[in-house]
Nanobody
Framework: QVQLVESGGGLVQPGDSLRISCAAS????????MGWYRQAPGRQRELVAS???????RYGDSVKGRFTISRDNAKNAVYLQMNNLKPEDTAVYYC??????????WGQGTQVTVSS
């Protein structure tokens, strides 16, 4: 089992920047990739960004060029730096781990609201 705890969400204005964090604990040796998904009201959960152990990154089309994912393996953490935030970025952001044996783990989510 892998436990994930997110932090850093909040209310920001359009054009602002925000960094959210996720710390993993438990069976961290099974982790293959760490990343972020988001879900806005009435919409499906979507990929924001992911970063594999081998350094392969994936970004959702709507965040390319504005968001950057990074990991600190010493801290078993993943970060999402979000720049030039837009109202349409408003969502609950979920930390995600892809693990061995096709397992997947999710954090509890952190709210990001972009509004003037």
């Amino acid at each position: 089992q892998v436990q994930l705890v997110e932090s850093g969400g909040g209310l920001v204005q359009p054009g602002d920047s925000l960094r959210i964090s996720c710390a993993a604990s438990g069976s961290i040796n099974v982790i293959l990739a760490m990343g972020w998904y988001r879900q806005a009201p009435g919409r499906q959960r979507e990929l924001v960004a992911s970063l594999s152990n081998g350094g392969v990154t994936r970004y959702g089309d709507s965040v390319k060029g504005r968001f950057t994912i990074s990991r600190d393996n010493a801290k078993n953490a993943v970060y999402l730096q979000m720049n030039n935030l837009k109202p349409e970025d408003t969502a609950v952001y979920y930390c995600n781990v892809e693990a061995t044996n096709w397992s997947e783990y999710w954090g509890q989510g952190t709210q990001v609201t972009v509004s003037s």
